[in-house]
């Protein structure tokens, strides 16, 4: 058996000299790279059998090449891919902070144009998300204005980063990124463009104590951060991977399989007729001269003897003329299913989900997700969270330790134990950010709904709960799926005094319960000190 002309005992040699006690590093290092040769063909790149070890560099550019092309040419990819992002980020996202310095800050990141170009507008989320998909990695570069401390975010391609550089003795401490860029330089007074090729190193924003370093070797190091965050491979690699690799081979197989059937089709539907005749080779050689074309022979290339019109009868006293028939006859394209159901898997989704089929789908399916299709999209939105609050919580140092930022007088910066530069705000200060995804499931809205009046009055029973109104108003409104939840209900409540009904008659059971409290607790007291 034989991979693009290399057989397999070739392989198999490779793999047995590969990890023969070979002790030269280079040397292994070469045997790894006969091996990725010897698997590699015109569509995939085989590096399965060096799980333990990262995928080279040029190994994890071709998959993600690959990624991008079947995103782009496959439907099923296609499909799962945008159908996660969906479910992700449809609704929105709704993000504030409690403190009113500090939700300035906020929305002054979030609202930024270029940010919202980049990476928190509704366009550049969804695209952020497939990106990370494809690609299994992000690389932002955080740039910080010197004196507004105003944050912005750009994203580096994953193909630039040629190496990620980490503590020697701790490998989940990264220090710095190795970029190996090519651009086209412009030449305004010409018009003419040249292309270069540029290598610098950029420092992890966590890594404070690389700040004054200016060079490394002959490159320079950007005065800028990078924030990465990698999905699909192990906690030990450096890099991700393209989270839709599991799925690509099956993919490919599913459409080549279609391919097939399709041209069984197309070579069955050749002949439309079958014609039965009972005259003999004399009746066969006159049917052949009355339906052959004469379109070689007639003069000027013109057909004398054109094909019946549509729904023409042929007629014959003892010459029967069947349809071919083409039931039964080949295999059917529902025995793909088990192939499709392995991309549906890859994906986590449901194969209805997945191809769309309005077969196997039904109201329930629309309405409702089983249960581990719903945790994965929800362990999605636990990842995009932990991504904002720590950008977030990066422009809310930058708001501190720049010249004039706005968060100056409320914080300062202060080394911790392990001599890390980080902010300690002044005490009275909440920085606590609220990031919340509405509901993925609609029908989930009445009955939360519901289940928010039962807990603001405890469904009219006595004591009745006086809620925080605004906070109230920003549960509705994000289940809702409202933009903007923030800035619309600071507009219904501008005063904060107006966030609590003071109405006697209704706050007057919430005081009897709680001078009953009170009460009960000054008792507790007397028999403690007794």
């Known amino acids: 058996m034989t991979n693009n002309g290399v057989s397999l005992d070739n392989v198999a040699m490779l793999l047995n000299e590969a990890f023969r006690g070979v002790s030269d590093d280079v040397e292994f290092k070469e045997r790894l790279t006969d091996l990725e040769l010897a698997l590699e063909n015109q569509d995939w790149v085989r590096l399965t059998w060096q799980a333990d070890q990262e995928f080279s560099r040029g190994g994890l550019r071709t998959i993600c090449k690959l990624a991008r092309i079947m995103f782009l040419k496959n439907p099923l990819i296609n499909r799962g891919v945008k159908l996660q992002s969906f479910y992700v980020f449809g609704r929105g996202v709704n993000i504030s902070a409690k403190d009113d310095d500090i939700n300035a800050i906020v929305q002054r990141f979030l609202d930024d144009q270029h940010n919202q170009r980049e990476l928190t507008g509704e366009i550049a989320r969804k695209q952020k998300d497939i990106d990370l998909r494809l690609d299994g990695n992000l690389f932002l570069v955080l740039f910080m204005h010197p004196v507004t401390g105003n944050l912005r975010v750009s994203d580096i391609a994953t193909s630039e980063i040629e190496d990620i550089i980490t503590n ?8 710095f990124y190795k970029r190996v860029w090519t651009y086209q330089e412009f030449d305004i007074n010409t018009g003419n463009q040249t292309e270069k090729t540029a290598t610098r190193y950029y420092r992890d924003f966590r890594y404070t104590k690389g700040k004054d370093i200016q060079k490394i070797g002959n490159f320079d190091v950007d005065p800028n951060s ?30 080549t399989f279609l391919s097939d059937f399709a041209t069984v089709i197309r070579a069955l539907a050749r002949f439309a007729w079958n014609l039965k005749t009972s005259g003999g080779s004399q009746a066969i050689q006159a049917a052949k001269a009355k339906l052959g074309t004469t379109f070689a022979t007639g003069a000027l290339g013109v057909e004398t003897n054109p094909p019946p019109t549509t729904a023409a009868t042929y007629i014959n006293q003892d010459t029967p003329l069947d349809p071919i028939r083409t039931a039964n006859s080949t295999t059917s394209a529902d025995q793909g299913q088990p192939i499709r159901h392995m991309v549906a898997s890859g994906f986590g989704l449901p194969d209805p989900m997945l191809s769309g089929d309005p077969n196997q789908g039904t ?42 930022g706005p968060l100056k007088p409320f914080g300062q910066t202060v080394l911790n134990e392990y001599d890390e530069l980080t902010v300690a705000f002044n005490e009275g200060i909440d920085k606590n950010i609220s990031i919340k995804f509405p509901s993925i499931l609609v029908r989930d809205i009445a009955e939360f709904m519901q289940a928010i009046l039962i807990g603001a009055t405890l469904n009219g029973q006595t004591p009745t709960i006086i809620p925080d109104k605004k906070f109230l108003a920003k549960l509705v409104l994000t289940e809702l799926g409202i933009d903007d939840v923030d800035e619309v209900v600071d507009m219904w409540y501008p005063d904060d005094t107006a966030m609590v009904d003071t109405n006697p008659e209704l706050t007057a059971p919430m005081n009897d319960l709680n001078n009953q409290l009170e009460a009960l607790r000054e008792a507790i007291a007397s028999l403690t000190t007794n």
């Open 168 to 175: 020697p003795e701790n490998k989940s401490e990264t220090w």
């Open 226 to 255: 990078i924030y990465h965050v990698k999905t699909g491979s192990f906690s030990d690699w450096r890099f991700g991977v393209s989270e839709v690799y599991s799925t690509l081979d099956w993919a490919k197989a599913y459409t």
């Open 363 to 404: 109201l329930a399916t629309a309405k409702s997700l089983d249960r581990p299709t719903e945790l994965g999209f929800l362990d999605r939105q636990e990842l995009w969270k932990e991504i904002y609050a720590t950008l977030l919580d990066y422009a809310l140092y930058c708001a501190v330790v720049a010249s004039q």
